[in-house]
Nanobody
Framework: QVQLVESGGGLVQAGGSLRLSCTAS??????????MGWYRQAPGKQRELVAR???????RYADAVKGRFTISRDNAKNTVYLQMNSLKPEDTAAYYC????????WGQGTQVTVSS
């Protein structure tokens, strides 16, 4: 069974940077052909797509994070990253990674808190 484990969350000051990682395991298919994404959800708010990377169509970002966040992947490590720069308090949320190989899989989430 596919398992996704996120890491790298924590408490940072506004203007700082953080890199999230998500490593996949238990796959019966090649990680390289899966579309990967990052979502986030703050208390009382809707879960929203932050960024996604597709092996055929490239990357896409939410307007709120364009120019500040970068999604990337290392297929040899079965890992997707989210580099977050110039962090703002409104970026505070639980961040979740997803793997889409026909069926969408979710990680357990990692908390990011940005102080002002």
């Amino acid at each position: 069974q596919v398992q996704l484990v996120e890491s790298g969350g924590g408490l940072v000051q506004a203007g700082g940077s953080l890199r999230l990682s998500c490593t996949a395991s238990g796959m019966t298919f090649s990680f390289s052909i899966a579309a990967m994404g990052w979502y986030r959800q703050a208390p009382g708010k809707q879960r929203e797509l932050v960024a996604r990377i597709h092996p055929f169509s490239g990357t896409r970002y939410a307007d709120a994070v364009k120019g500040r966040f970068t999604i990337s992947r290392d297929n040899a490590k079965n890992t997707v990253y989210l580099q977050m720069n110039s962090l703002k308090p409104e970026d505070t949320a639980a961040y979740y990674c997803t793997l889409d190989s026909g069926t969408i899989r979710w990680g357990q989430g990692t908390q990011v808190t940005v102080s002002s």
